[in-house]
């Protein structure tokens, strides 16, 4: 009887089938007979016929009736019941008695019945595909599928599509519906909630789960919901899926399970057997030249620099710069003559070139290790749309740089992405990186870029001067804009403001440290540096995960926090700095947040974090000078010493964030 009770999920729902449900399901096709039988009561058993001591029934009965129902204890038992609620075997054995419908005798819906969606026909099945809280024991369980866009574009027929692999999209999921769906949708018609059973004789409870993810889906996924929206030149994911099976797409595959794999727990071992698999096709000889190799290559020069291997990482942002002029990624043509007619992929080949374009602006700004190659590349590749318009292969008439920058003198009221004004940012760093040499504060260069700045700012449109949409999702294309933007006119500014960096000479895990002189008043140009720092710290308050942005983020938080602790290390800053001290705070908390994914961000989290306890006990000296506490009264002087210290040990406290690599 123990084995009785242990029934697998499969063998109960299949007990389902042969015993006739409570609830009519009677169908136009049935047989009169069967239309008698099936509206015979439930209740229809001879008075006389009772069970003995046992549980079981004399001979003594009368000739037995149909039963057209059985309560689940009778089935797991194999026992007949009387079709009683509760019937007698399980009052005698004080169980519960329930039963649930069976699926047995159903033909599908009446033809010509009228398909009113908000009356379920009497022939109806039950709905296969309830809220998977309808049925808690059964909780990812529920079936689906990745349908196509039907939307691809006007010019674009059904056999300019993408072959399509059925295998591929799944990834696994269910093409029909299971026993433990089938069992579930029971569940949610019949207001069952399997969680009060007592089991299937000894309190066990049904476990189905769908089968685990293998470590190739589990990357996948990790891909899209992680990184995808940082860096969206890779094919939405259903299209990518489509021609997964192509050799071309090897290396991008490779490179994408590898970066997935930095987000979710597999350990060094794997995550390195990963990384290794993706170089090895990178430098196979019988690869495929093309876009989808500069794809793989762009992944892992993103993924590289974040883990601190910028060495690795700059060499090869030189072969995939090199290949791409080669393949002519950077031409007007590229797009459409590789982009096999459909939109979708066309828009990809544009987002590579573009992609490509920020992320060598993004190392050379932040690392000042490179020289921006790409900046000097005549580029004709139309501007990339809208997120929304891309992931839903909606792509509009492609738009132009020069549209873009003449936009304010053509006349012409265009409507442009936002990765279009993340493109112009970048331009605009290469615009700083390219002037001559500044001498002096008063420099005319320095004016014009800062004109080029202020610019940018001022003539976006209302829509795009938060990276926080109306709907209060992140828009992280103008997010990144907005912190280059910030980044620059530091980088522009610093030099020539009265900011003393000597304070914070050992924060090079981004940039060498660069040398600037003491002040006695904050001029113009320190008043913007200020300014940018804190706008930098207040993007972090954004509602949003900080893993959702680009792993670059950390060197402008680090860019930021140089700022906050060489104006905290001056002497004269007032005695009311909590907003400042705060911000230090903020920065500190935001790369320990980041040190869980990106090694880059724990490094400079690590040097951060001693030269702000390297600034507060100078500070801490400072107390011992009388000159330091007039004008302070007695309760400005504890509440100053306890608000120093709280910080201090707040900063303290940050441990090593846990590494969600796992290595």
């Not at 129902?69 to 009387?82: P, S, V, W, Y």
């Not at 700004?365 to 990339?384: E, I, Q, S, W, Y």
Request: with cysteine; charged share 20%.
């Amino acid at each position: 009887m123990a084995t009785d009770s242990l029934r697998s999920a499969p063998d109960v729902e299949a007990s389902f089938s042969f015993h006739a449900t409570p609830i009519s399901m009677s169908s136009s096709n049935s047989s009169p007979e069967s239309q008698a039988q099936s509206s015979t009561p439930a209740t229809a058993v001879d008075a006389d016929k009772t069970p003995n001591a046992d549980g079981n029934y004399d001979g003594r009965s009368r000739a037995e009736s149909t039963v057209t129902a059985a309560c689940l204890a009778c089935r797991n038992k194999h026992l007949k019941c009387d079709g009683q609620t509760p019937c007698a075997r399980c009052v005698s054995t004080q169980s519960k008695c329930v039963y649930i419908a069976s699926r047995r005798g159903y033909k599908g819906p009446r033809r010509g019945a009228s398909q009113n969606p908000n009356k379920r026909q009497a022939t109806s099945p039950p709905d296969l595909s309830p809220d998977i809280s309808d049925c808690p024991m059964l909780l990812g369980a529920r079936p689906g599928s990745i349908a196509m866009p039907t939307v691809l574009g006007p010019s674009v027929s059904h056999q300019d599509m993408l072959p399509f692999d059925a295998d591929a999209i799944q990834l696994g999921m269910h093409t029909q519906p299971t026993n433990g769906e089938i069992f579930r949708s029971y569940c949610a018609v019949n207001g069952v909630d399997p969680s009060t059973w007592p089991g299937l004789d000894g309190g066990h409870r049904i476990a189905m789960r769908p089968p685990a993810m293998s470590l190739e889906e589990r990357c996948l996924e990790s891909f899209y919901y992680h990184f995808h929206a940082s860096h969206p030149f890779v094919l939405p994911k259903v299209f990518l899926l489509q021609v997964s099976k192509e050799p071309p797409a090897a290396p991008l595959l490779a490179a994408i399970a590898w970066v997935g794999s930095i987000f979710i727990e597999t350990g060094k071992a794997v995550r390195d057997r990963l990384f290794d698999e993706a170089f090895a096709l990178l430098h196979h000889p019988q690869r495929s030249v093309d876009g989808f190799l500069v794809q793989a290559m762009m992944l892992l020069i993103v993924g590289l620099d974040g883990s601190c291997q910028q060495e690795k990482a700059r060499t090869i942002l030189n072969d995939a710069e090199t290949l791409a002029l080669e393949l002519g990624l950077n031409s007007r043509e590229f797009a459409s003559l590789h982009g096999r007619g459909i939109p979708v992929v066309e828009e990809s080949w544009r987002r590579t070139w573009w992609d490509l374009y920020v992320i060598d602006g993004m190392i050379s700004g932040v690392h000042r290790a490179t020289n921006f190659l790409l900046f000097d590349v005549p580029a004709g590749v139309a501007l990339p749309c809208e997120e929304e318009q891309y992931l839903t292969a909606r792509i509009p008439i492609p738009l132009y740089l020069e549209d873009l920058e003449d936009q304010d003198f053509s006349g012409e009221d265009r409507e442009f992405s936002s990765f279009a004004y993340r493109v112009l940012c970048a331009r605009n760093l290469g615009k700083f990186m390219r002037v001559p040499p500044i001498f002096g504060p008063e420099d005319e260069n320095l004016a014009k870029i800062e004109t080029l700045l202020t610019n940018w700012r001022l003539h976006l449109p209302a829509a795009k001067r938060d990276a926080l949409q109306k709907n209060g999702q992140l828009d992280e294309m103008m997010f990144q804009a907005h912190m280059m933007n910030q980044a620059v006119s530091i980088m522009l500014h610093q030099p020539h403001s009265q900011l003393d960096s000597s304070p914070t000479k050992n924060i090079n895990s981004c940039a060498p440290h660069q040398a600037i002189p003491a002040g006695d008043l904050f001029n113009a140009h320190t008043r913007h540096t200020i300014q940018s720092a804190n706008t930098i710290s207040s993007m972090i308050t954004h509602r949003v995960s900080l893993l959702s942005h680009t792993h670059f983020f950390t060197c402008v938080i680090t860019l930021s926090s140089i700022v906050h602790l060489s104006r905290w290390a001056l002497f004269f800053i007032p005695h009311d700095d909590d907003d400042l001290r705060q911000q230090v705070r903020l920065n500190i908390g935001a790369l320990n947040r980041l040190a869980g994914v990106w090694v880059a961000a724990d490094r400079a989290r690590g040097q951060v974090k001693a030269v702000a306890q390297e600034i507060y006990k100078v500070k801490k000296q400072q107390r011992t000078n009388s000159q330091f506490w007039l004008g302070l009264s007695q309760q400005d002087m504890l509440a100053t010493i306890a608000t120093d210290d709280s910080i201090i040990n707040e900063i303290e406290s940050f441990d090593p964030a846990p590494h969600l690599l796992g290595g």
